[in-house]
């Protein structure tokens, strides 16, 4: 129980599949009946007929949280976030939200981890535009300059949106991944 609580800790919102994944709670059955055994500590609502889990204030207690989550209409930006952080094996090192500031650059990447002493910034492209996108990429491609010792890696939404990005990240260590390949 208290592995699940730490996932809700770090990740913030995490579908029933996602939790299935993370701590082999098996079928689906098994895992509902896991899941409301809990419901002391956790709080869900539905996103595209997925039921999705926060921490509650007793379960923000219980592992000592103080960041309060409510619904959002983000949440598929986060589910993604974590599909990625599943994809890449719970890294230890994984930071959401992270800051990046190099001499006149400063952004903050949606996640960020090391890997093989490499250091990977995650972006994540759901109902964003692709002007915000070319900003950030821009960014990206004037930190290189300073220390090319990083992969950037992209999550979107369709095929269309990936082709860009490849070709917008073209001169820069990247990966693109389709949201559905990462289920």
Known sequence: MEEILLSLKKCDYLSREQLQRMHRLGQERNA???????????????????KVYY???????????EKVRKKTAQVNHYLMRNDLYIVCGRPISWQNEVKIT???ISLIADAAFISNKLHHFVEIDYKQTM?????????????STYNPQ?????????????????QLCEGLKYK???REDLK
């Open 32 to 50: 509902q009946r896991i899941l409301s055994g809990m419901e002391e500590y956790l709080s869900h609502f539905l996103e595209n007929k997925v």
């Open 55 to 65: 921490l509650n204030s007793a379960g923000r207690e219980m592992v000592l949280s």
């Open 102 to 104: 190099i001499n006149d």
């Open 131 to 143: 002007s915000q996108n070319i900003q950030k990429i821009k960014k990206y491609k004037k930190l």
């Open 150 to 166: 990083f992969v950037l890696i992209w999550v979107t939404t369709t095929d269309f949106r990936k082709n860009k990005l490849e």
């Open 176 to 178: 693109v991944y389709l």
